[in-house]
């Protein structure tokens, strides 16, 4: 099977990646922002009740149907506890000791420090 050659980006490619990058680098400020007067239990619902907000309306727009059967909103809970819920309180546990821009930084890291631990890669 053949690969499609990828193209190079353009103009509007790099405007989408520094839009997206704007909009992840500002969360980490926000997350700071907030911790001053919430604790980080609090701003962590607060993010994923608006990132469900947001995320009902793509649902709603695009007609989408919601899944009706219990299986699939256990996996969609147990997902969602995972990959946001954890994160997000652990993040602004973190960030009320250090310095929103190393928090920003230190995922984007990951491969780097890993690549040093790995035995494999020596």
């Known amino acids: 099977?053949?690969?499609?050659?990828?193209r190079p980006p353009?103009?509007?490619?790099?405007?989408?990646?520094?839009?997206?990058?704007?909009?992840?680098?500002?969360?980490?400020?926000c997350i700071e922002i907030a911790l001053t007067g919430f604790p980080p239990l609090t701003v962590a619902a607060g993010l994923i009740l608006i990132a469900a907000a947001v995320?009902?309306?793509v649902v709603w727009l695009s007609g989408c149907r919601w899944p009706v059967d219990p299986a699939t909103w256990m996996l969609l809970a147990v997902i969602g506890l995972f990959n946001s819920a954890l994160p997000?309180?652990?993040?602004?546990?973190?960030?009320?000791?250090i310095a929103s821009g190393l928090t920003a930084s230190w995922p984007e890291t990951a491969p780097c420090r890993e690549y040093g631990d790995d035995p494999w890669m020596a």
């Open 55 to 57: 995320l009902s309306g």
């Open 1 to 6: 099977m053949a690969t499609m050659p990828i």
């Open 10 to 29: 353009t103009l509007a490619d790099i405007v989408k990646l520094l839009i997206l990058g704007g909009i992840w680098g500002s969360a980490f400020l």
């Open 88 to 97: 997000f309180v652990l993040i602004g546990w973190g960030q009320q000791f």
